[in-house]
């Protein structure tokens, strides 16, 4: 078991930053592959950002690249998720989650999840 505790969401103004961080626990962490999805009021959830377990290589879906930067040390146990340039169809709820070894965009292949953390942009 891997448990994820997400933390640092809030009400933000439009152009405004966050940094997200989720802590993880049990597992060995650097055997995961880590991602960061959202859920938008009445829209599906989806891939925002993802790391491989090594930090080498990440992945940003087209609605956030180049705004957020996903970061993990492993050494803590804790993957980040900085997002500049808020705008209000930023606002989610923003769920880290964990994925055995591969990096992937697939909701289905991450075996754990946080509870999620809000993030609310105000125009």
């Known amino acids: 078991q891997v448990q994820l505790v997400e933390s640092g969401g809030g009400l933000v103004q439009a152009g405004g930053s966050l940094r997200l961080s989720c802590a993880a626990s049990g597992r060995t962490f650097s055997n995961y592959a880590m991602g960061w999805f959202r859920r938008a009021p009445g829209k599906e959830r989806e891939f925002a950002a993802g790391?491989?377990?090594?930090?080498?290589?990440?992945y940003y879906s087209d609605s956030v690249k180049g705004r957020f930067t996903i970061s993990r040390d492993n050494a803590k146990n804790t993957v980040y998720l900085q997002i500049n340039s808020l705008k209000p169809e930023d606002t989610a709820v923003y769920y880290c989650a964990a994925a055995w070894i591969l990096l992937t965009t697939q909701a289905q292949e991450y075996r754990y999840w946080g509870q999620g953390t809000q993030v609310t942009v105000s125009s």
């Open positions: 790391i491989s377990r090594s930090g080498s290589s990440t």
